[in-house]
């Protein structure tokens, strides 16, 4: 696969190595088909929230998947040295904790 990248809403460039795709689709198997949308929720997500240790969400509603609507969350840093995707999953329910963009 090599390398995505995409520019956050915040104007960072945000990577996707081959190394985090292997991880979330070996954790998340069911996200294989959904790569694409990965990047288009960092691109374009509904929202962003905080995490907990400096990362974000961006979080993105899809409701045309095969398993019905589900949030796509993925988590990444946009700090210089940590501009990179960690990981991705799809949910039913989001817990929204602080929102930063696009609740308002």
């Known amino acids: 696969m090599g390398v995505a990248a995409v520019s956050s809403v915040n104007g ?41 240790h400096g990362e974000l969400k961006a979080v993105r509603l899809f409701v045309d998947l095969e398993i019905g609507a589900r949030y796509l969350i993925v988590v990444y840093r946009d700090a210089v040295l940590h501009d990179s995707i960690l990981k991705s999953f799809l949910s039913r329910l989001f817990v929204l904790g602080l929102a930063l963009w696009g609740c308002g």
Do not use: Q
């Open 12 to 52: 960072v460039r945000i990577r996707l190595t081959a190394e985090r795709w292997l991880h979330i689709v070996s954790r998340h198997p069911e996200m294989e088909p959904h790569k694409n949308r990965v990047i288009e929720a960092v691109r374009d997500p509904d929202f962003i929230a905080k995490g907990l």
